[in-house]
């Protein structure tokens, strides 16, 4: 079973290396210490944590994401956009993924995107392809 460093985990959850550790220290999620003293997550123990989180987030009544049916969210920032006369181009930098798409020009100033904006990339596909790491 594939197990997480707790830097990994927490650029999986998208926290900080610390908040893990805080939650490991406090028992909310399970780690063991290999050889090295270094503390690993299991897989599948980081994977349940995972939906307790989003459960308790919704629970605590956050904020819902938007009714869409676009499962796959990317929050990040905008760090690049690239208006032609019909077309444009914004890139967003989420976590450690690129992601750029491509809209109309109209699109992107209806919308008021700009560079060092918040911004959720939403991607619904009939093709996706899994890779392994």
Not at 40 to 69: C, K, R
Not at 113 to 118: D, Y
């Given at each position: ?57 919704s629970a605590a009544g956050e904020p819902a ?12 920032i905008i760090t690049a956009v690239k208006l ?50």
């Amino acid at each position: 079973m594939r197990e997480y460093s707790v830097g990994r985990a927490a650029r999986l959850l998208g926290v900080s290396a610390d908040t893990m550790r805080r939650w490991a220290d406090a028992g909310r999620v399970p780690t063991r210490r290999d050889e090295a003293g270094k503390r690993l997550i299991a897989g599948a123990d980081l994977a349940a944590f995972a939906v307790a989180l989003a459960e308790a987030a919704s629970a605590a009544g956050e904020p819902a994401e938007p009714y869409t049916s676009a499962r796959n969210a990317f929050p990040g920032i905008i760090t690049a956009v690239k208006l032609g006369d019909v077309a444009a181009q914004v890139e967003i930098q989420a976590g450690p993924h690129r992601l750029v798409s491509l809209l109309t020009r109209e699109a992107v100033e209806e919308l008021g995107l700009a560079v060092g904006m918040e911004a959720v990339a939403r991607v619904k596909a009939t093709s996706v392809h899994i890779d392994r790491s």
